[in-house]
């Protein structure tokens, strides 16, 4: 089953339909459902970006740019 990492909106507060337990601020990983599909649709919810802090890249030692 397909996951989506997403976050409720600043300001909004977004229960999980089994567990009436508002969404983590920081974001969680739920079912691929068409709840959630709606709450992405109507701006409940955001998806979070799971490269938000990629490594940075490694540069060769003794290369000038």
């Given at each position: 089953?397909?996951?989506?990492?997403?976050?409720?909106?600043?300001?909004r507060?977004?229960?999980?339909?089994?567990?009436?337990?508002?969404l983590?601020?920081?974001?969680?990983?739920?079912?691929?459902?068409?709840?959630?599909?709606?709450?992405?649709?109507?701006?409940?919810?955001?998806?979070?970006?799971?490269?938000a802090?990629?490594?940075?890249?490694?540069?060769?030692?003794?290369?000038?740019?």
């Amino acid at each position: 089953m397909n996951e989506l990492h997403i976050k409720p909106v600043s300001g909004r507060v977004v229960r999980d339909p089994e567990t009436n337990e508002p969404l983590k601020t920081e974001g969680e990983r739920k079912p691929n459902l068409g709840y959630w599909q709606r709450r992405l649709r109507d701006g409940d919810v955001v998806l979070v970006d799971s490269d938000a802090n990629p490594a940075p890249a490694k540069t060769q030692k003794g290369v000038k740019s």
